[in-house]
């Protein structure tokens, strides 16, 4: 009887020692929250029990807490880059509307033909650049939607990209640049979405025609398995291109915003092949800004044709 009285006290008393434990646990992890909500910091709640049902708690209320702190950071990064937008925005819409009012005006005071024909001209340039503008604004927030997916079919991507260069034609000779071009002789069958891919072409030379100074070209090729595409341009002396963020939107290198895009041409492009299962990358190499695509080419449209051969054979 003595023993069991004996080991009934050390149990009982081992049972108080550990309830101890917990409420002090629990006390010192109720401080640590309070804190924790009414200042912002980085603490997390600590364990000092030897009891795993206690550290489990912690370790699963910290993880809590550090996805709330992720989402809160989450959210007022968001809120910033929306603020920046809506900056960015403003201005790119705001300079050629305030561009439009004055010609208007200039139109209703002058009376010769020839200034009217000269101001109409320059009121069609802008607007036509005002829509491009808002294009460029529905394309970029189409892509934002996660589930936006685009139609694909069997095209042959070298026709496509061919005759989308060749419509740059006046703006070459306008530039007086004779752009260096390197494209193969035979088809690229790929599986794309053709006015998507014409878009990025689009956007990709655009963007060497407004910053390439001398230089400009592009090369079309198959490479293990793919199509490659590549477009680059000269750089401005003294230029920076912080290559990590050219896809980003709003990126510019002109910081002073001085051009009339948005600065959303190539994320959208960038949207627009990887919806098309390509990669695009960027590069300064040699003082030439170059960027690339990779498309893979379709084995189904490539047998296809080989058996369209085989039979005209």
Same mark, same amino acid.
């Given at each position: 009887?003595?023993?069991?009285?004996?080991?009934?006290?050390?149990?009982?008393?081992?049972?108080?020692?550990?309830?101890?434990?917990?409420?002090?646990?629990?006390?010192?992890?109720?401080?640590?929250?309070?804190?924790?909500?009414?200042?912002?910091?980085?603490?997390?709640?600590?364990?000092?029990?030897?009891?795993?049902?206690?550290?489990?708690?912690?370790?699963?209320?910290?993880?809590?807490?550090?996805?709330?702190? #992720? &989402?809160?950071?989450? %959210?007022?990064? $968001? +809120?910033?880059? *929306?603020?920046?937008?809506?900056? @960015? /925005?403003?201005?790119?819409?705001?300079?050629?509307?305030?561009?439009?009012?004055?010609?208007?005006?200039?139109?209703?005071?002058?009376?010769?033909?020839?200034?009217?024909?000269?101001?109409?001209?320059?009121?069609?340039?802008?607007?036509?650049?005002?829509?491009?503008?808002?294009?460029?604004?529905?394309?970029?927030?189409?892509?934002?939607?996660?589930?936006?997916?685009?139609?694909?079919?069997?095209?042959?991507?070298?026709?496509?990209?061919?005759?989308?260069?060749?419509?740059?034609?006046?703006?070459?000779?306008?530039?007086?640049?004779?752009?260096?071009?390197?494209?193969? #002789? &035979?088809?690229?069958? %790929?599986?794309? $979405? +053709?006015?998507? *891919?014409?878009?990025?072409?689009? @956007? /990709?030379?655009?963007?060497?025609?407004?910053?390439?100074?001398?230089?400009?070209?592009?090369?079309?090729?198959?490479?293990?398995?793919?199509?490659?595409?590549?477009?680059?341009?000269?750089?401005?002396?003294?230029?920076?291109?912080?290559?990590?963020?050219?896809?980003?939107?709003?990126?510019?290198?002109?910081?002073?915003?001085?051009?009339?895009?948005?600065?959303?041409?190539?994320?959208?492009?960038?949207?627009?092949?990887?919806?098309?299962?390509?990669?695009?990358?960027?590069?300064?190499?040699?003082?030439?800004?170059?960027?690339?695509?990779?498309?893979?080419?379709?084995?189904?449209?490539?047998?296809?044709?080989?058996? $369209?051969?085989?039979?005209?054979?």
């Amino acid at each position: 009887m003595i023993i069991w009285a004996i080991i009934s006290t050390v149990i009982a008393i081992t049972l108080l020692i550990a309830l101890a434990h917990y409420r002090s646990q629990i006390k010192k992890n109720c401080q640590q929250l309070e804190v924790m909500q009414s200042h912002t910091t980085n603490q997390r709640l600590t364990a000092e029990v030897p009891y795993k049902e206690i550290n489990e708690m912690v370790s699963r209320m910290n993880d809590i807490c550090n996805k709330y702190q #992720e &989402e809160k950071i989450a %959210i007022e990064r $968001n +809120e910033n880059n *929306l603020k920046e937008a809506i900056a @960015n /925005l403003s201005h790119d819409i705001r300079t050629p509307l305030t561009s439009l009012d004055g010609y208007v005006q200039l139109l209703v005071m002058t009376d010769s033909q020839e200034e009217k024909e000269h101001y109409l001209q320059i009121i069609s340039n802008r607007i036509s650049s005002l829509k491009e503008l808002l294009e460029e604004l529905f394309t970029y927030t189409k892509m934002q939607d996660q589930s936006y997916e685009l139609s694909v079919v069997p095209m042959d991507g070298r026709q496509c990209i061919c005759e989308t260069v060749l419509s740059f034609y006046e703006d070459f000779e306008t530039r007086g640049l004779t752009p260096e071009v390197t494209f193969c #002789e &035979e088809d690229l069958p %790929i599986v794309a $979405n +053709e006015v998507a *891919l014409c878009r990025v072409v689009q @956007n /990709l030379v655009k963007n060497a025609l407004v910053h390439g100074q001398k230089r400009l070209g592009m090369t079309l090729e198959k490479q293990d398995g793919n199509l490659h595409f590549t477009c680059f341009n000269d750089k401005k002396p003294g230029e920076v291109i912080e290559v990590d963020q050219i896809f980003d939107r709003f990126y510019k290198g002109d910081k002073a915003r001085t051009s009339t895009s948005t600065g959303l041409g190539l994320a959208i492009a960038k949207g627009l092949i990887e919806r098309m299962n390509g990669t695009i990358t960027a590069e300064v190499k040699d003082e030439l800004f170059v960027i690339e695509f990779l498309l893979p080419l379709s084995e189904k449209a490539v047998s296809e044709k080989e058996r $369209n051969v085989e039979k005209d054979h």
